[in-house]
């Protein structure tokens, strides 16, 4: 317990304590300073306003709300995908083969005209 306050009380450094008294690995010493200690080294107190914890709780719930629609898009893509798959089996074509044809096919939107 000798080591643990001579570091509390600012004697030494936790590397020089292990040193001192021969004590094998660095942080041995600082955890049993954060075990035994009297609570000043090793925790972290952490102040917040009323408004910074609705804060982190508006933060969370808009994370966890772009998570779903991350989720949403994959399930509709993933459904797509097999969609196209399905229709291309039906028609006997490929997939590969379905977006090249599609690629260079004509377009049905109006023509852009270039003005000279």
Known sequence: MQAVKDV?????????VSRKYDIKGTNTVL???RQFGSGRYGKLIRV?????VNEAARLRLQLRQAKEALADAHME????????AEA?????QTVEGFKKK???GRRT???RRTHS
């Open 8 to 16: 509390e009380t600012g004697q030494s450094c936790a590397w020089a």
């Open 31 to 33: 955890r049993w300073v």
């Open 48 to 52: 917040e306003k009323s408004d910074e």
């Open 77 to 84: 893509l993933a459904l797509e995908k097999a969609f196209l």
């Open 88 to 92: 291309c089996a039906q028609m006997d």
């Open 102 to 104: 599609q690629a260079g």
């Open 109 to 111: 939107g109006p023509s």
